[in-house]
């Protein structure tokens, strides 16, 4: 499948995706977290795009959207991918929110339930025992650890695109936002993905959220936070199969 670089007009705000649209299905939305871009969803959205139209957008503020002068929370995010989707003419579509982007995909979903079909939380933030700068950041700081060092190159790069200013703010915005209020609100059950290694998003965790959402909880062996990243091809499949019943 190519993918190829798109630019909307959203709000005064040229927001950057690469896109695939060619396959049948339910189209599939990745939506990235607080300190990257579209680049790093790059491999699940690769092996899922021979199944479903997969588009990747970069939010306000990261990758080769326009830069707002504010680092915006949640709400922001949600609203503005909201007007996103109907520029582009799409939906409703199925949402596969990463970390801080699962929080985003939640509020979306909650708001807007008529663009919304099927969603997918992968390593969700905010755990509520992790709900504090230094919490959340310990725990990444952990992750580091089990993450494959290969990564590097494309975190330090989207960080510079983003500027650790807007990083930290975000940071704020994550462990403030009570993703539970949005969680009951769900429109619809969601698949909760996440890896066995992830310490920022732990087990115990995606299961309280899956349970809390009536969603179904998959854990992909030997993977970290980053599993969209590192484990394509089993992200992908489980992906496939959750919107197959959706």
């Not at 949640?74 to 799409?90: F, I, N, S, Y």
């Amino acid at each position: 499948m190519v993918f190829r670089r798109r630019w909307a007009l959203v709000r005064g705000l040229r927001i950057h995706d690469v896109a695939a649209e060619d396959a049948p299905g339910t189209p599939v939305v990745f939506v990235h977290g607080l300190a990257v871009s579209h680049r790093y969803l790059m491999p699940t959205a690769r092996a899922l795009a021979p199944r479903h139209p997969v588009v990747v957008p970069d939010l306000p503020g990261f990758g080769h959207s326009d830069k707002p002068a504010h680092a915006y929370d949640v709400g922001e995010h949600a609203d503005h991918l909201a007007a996103w989707l109907k520029a582009r003419d799409l939906g409703p579509v199925a949402l596969v929110g990463h970390s801080f982007g699962a929080e985003v995909a939640a509020r979306l979903a909650a708001d807007h339930p008529g663009l919304v079909t099927g969603l997918v939380l992968a390593g969700p933030t905010t755990d509520p025992r992790a709900r504090s700068r230094r919490a959340l950041i310990g725990r990444w700081l952990l992750d580091t650890l089990v993450e494959a060092p290969w990564q590097a190159p494309i975190l330090a790069h989207d960080v510079a695109d983003a500027k650790p200013w807007r990083v930290l703010a975000t940071v704020g915005h994550s462990v403030r936002n009570e993703v539970e209020k949005d969680l009951l609100r769900l429109p619809v059950s969601p698949l909760v993905l996440g890896g066995s290694l992830d310490t920022v998003a732990p087990l115990t965790w995606r299961t309280a959220v899956a349970e809390m959402t009536a969603g179904t909880s998959v854990t992909i062996p030997g993977a970290a936070h980053n599993a969209l990243t590192t484990s394509p091809r089993r992200a992908a499949t489980a992906i496939a199969a959750y919107l197959s019943q959706h």
